[in-house]
C-alpha cells in the first residue's frame, strides 16, 4: 500500500513540474539581482508646472 501511495505521489509531481514547465514557471532562480524602477514621489509631481492628473497612491 505504501508503495503505490509513493507511486501516486510521485506522478503527482511529475504532473505538478510538467504544468509549471507549460506555464514558464522555474524553480531554480537566477543568482541576477532584480531590476528595481525608481516611480518618481508625489512631492516631485506636484513641482511640475502642469502636474499630469493625482494619482490614486498619492
Known sequence: ???LIDFLAG???FL???AM???G???NRSTQP???KRLPSCAEVV???APPPASSNC
Open 1 to 3: 500500500m505504501k508503495l
Open 11 to 13: 506522478i503527482v509531481a
Open 16 to 18: 505538478a513540474a510538467m
Open 21 to 23: 514547465s507549460q506555464l
Open 25 to 27: 514557471i522555474d524553480m
Open 34 to 36: 532584480l531590476e528595481i
Open 47 to 49: 513641482d511640475q508646472e
